[in-house]
């Protein structure tokens, strides 16, 4: 176990983590689909709605306090993305909504007979979107074919379906459903080559490693701070030149400048104090002179604990007999992947084992998680999916071993 991490500290600024029902503490692993918010986060939230309640660019004082706070907010995410300006960063409502939204102002740049590649292994709001443009545009959709023995992309599965056609590659950092962490730097730089634009969803990557746009060679990247201890809130980063020629559809009155001709109507200002808040919680954590700087070395301590817990639940599954893992298992190959665990057992349909962990007050989901490419790769639409466990820097190892027994009661009692 990491030994500089003082988990009694970190779990006391989560007010959530301290509740219980009838006496039996909450095991919070549904985190893959939305993480617990520190008090940071609430506290900024309501000072928001207290003391800068009002819309933007007027003359009175609330104003210009949400004036501040928005600025402040996209100066926290250039950061928190490493993006070289605020004028990359656009809040929205989330991931999903943001990437319709951009969908369609990409594709005034795309013709019919145009081609799009997709992954197998994303999330559907990193594929949605572009089947419905490439419907309506007559493109050619070709997807990436993860193996499903290793749950990795074969180092030639952008190579097999790019072309001289090909306009744009859409792809994500991690999988919500295998954790596979995809190595997005050399699939960009050979979309690059071929004059395609990348579009990244980093919405399962963004809780657990540090994220560098500048270094990362995509075009566009998108995560929502839900899955990342803040609101419900989306934060898209966009090359600024990519951003700046690109149509967005407004209303007429609203500016042209960056990026808010992209942040169509009034925002959440109060999600974007909360993002600021999660930034804030994160950032303590780390060191250096700056907040890029001291983010990336907080992530890098709190993905040394993560490891630590998602080894202990691997060896621990491992024991169950019919229980197959679906993604990578190795403990020298756990830095390919997040701390999202999926997993079915023989016998034991995923939806009866998540009701089951219920009742031990233990938080997961089962299905498909919106991963439905995946999942049907794999051949388990029909059979219920998985049943994904999701750790994050607040779980303990205790909650992992509690986990596991109440596995193993289930198991038993059938």
Avoid at 12 to 41: E, K, M, W
Avoid at 47 to 58: F, H, I, K, Q
Avoid at 162 to 167: A, F, G, I, N, P
Avoid at 378 to 385: D, H, P, S
Wanted: charged share 20%; net charge neutral; proline share 4%.
């Amino acid at each position: 176990m990491t030994q500089d991490l003082d988990l009694s500290r970190i779990r006391a600024q989560f007010p959530s983590l301290a509740l219980s029902d009838g006496g039996a503490p909450r095991i919070y692993f549904d985190n893959p689909a939305g993480t617990q918010v520190p008090q940071l986060v609430v506290d900024r939230t309501v000072s928001c709605l207290v003391a800068a309640n009002a819309n933007l660019g007027g003359y009175f004082t609330t104003s210009k306090a949400a004036d501040a706070l928005a600025d402040e907010a996209h100066r926290a995410m250039a950061d928190f993305y490493n993006a070289a300006s605020p004028a990359e960063i656009v809040f929205g409502q989330n991931m999903t909504t943001l990437t319709l939204h951009m969908s369609r102002c990409l594709g005034r740049k795309f013709r019919k007979g145009d081609e799009i590649v997709l992954s197998r292994m994303d999330h559907d709001a990193n594929i949605a979107p572009w089947l419905l443009l490439a419907d309506d545009l007559g493109l050619t959709v070709r997807f990436m074919d993860f193996d499903p023995g290793t749950y990795e992309f074969p180092e030639d599965a952008l190579t097999r379906v790019l072309s001289e056609r090909t306009r744009l590659v859409a792809l994500g950092l991690a999988s919500n459903c295998t954790g596979t962490v995809n190595d997005v730097k050399r699939f960009a730089r050979e979309a690059k080559s071929a004059g395609a634009l990348v579009y990244v969803d980093a919405v399962q990557f963004a809780p657990h490693y540090a994220i560098d746009v500048q270094n990362l060679g995509a075009d566009v990247l998108v995560s929502s701070a839900y899955k990342w201890f803040g609101p419900h809130q989306g934060i898209l980063w966009g090359r600024e030149e990519l951003l700046a020629e690109t149509f967005a559809y407004k209303v007429r009155p609203a500016g042209n400048d960056l990026p808010h001709k992209f942040e169509t109507g009034t925002l959440s200002h109060e999600g974007m104090a909360g993002c600021l808040g999660a930034v804030e919680y994160l950032e303590q954590f780390g060191e250096g002179g700056t907040r890029a700087g001291r983010l990336k070395s907080a992530w890098g301590r709190l993905a040394a604990h993560e490891r630590d817990l998602t080894m202990r639940l691997i060896a621990g599954l491992k024991g169950f007999k019919g229980l197959r893992i679906r993604g990578i298992t190795s403990d020298n190959a756990m830095h390919r992947r997040v701390p999202t665990v999926s997993f079915t057992l023989e016998g034991h349909r995923p939806e009866a084992l998540a009701k089951g962990f219920a009742r031990d007050n233990i938080f997961v989901w089962s299905g498909h998680n919106y991963a439905i490419e995946p999942v049907g790769h794999m051949g388990l639409l029909e059979a219920g999916g998985v049943l994904r466990v999701g750790l994050a820097h607040y779980n303990t190892a205790a909650e992992v071993d509690s986990f596991l027994s109440a596995l193993t009661r289930q198991v038993k009692a059938s």
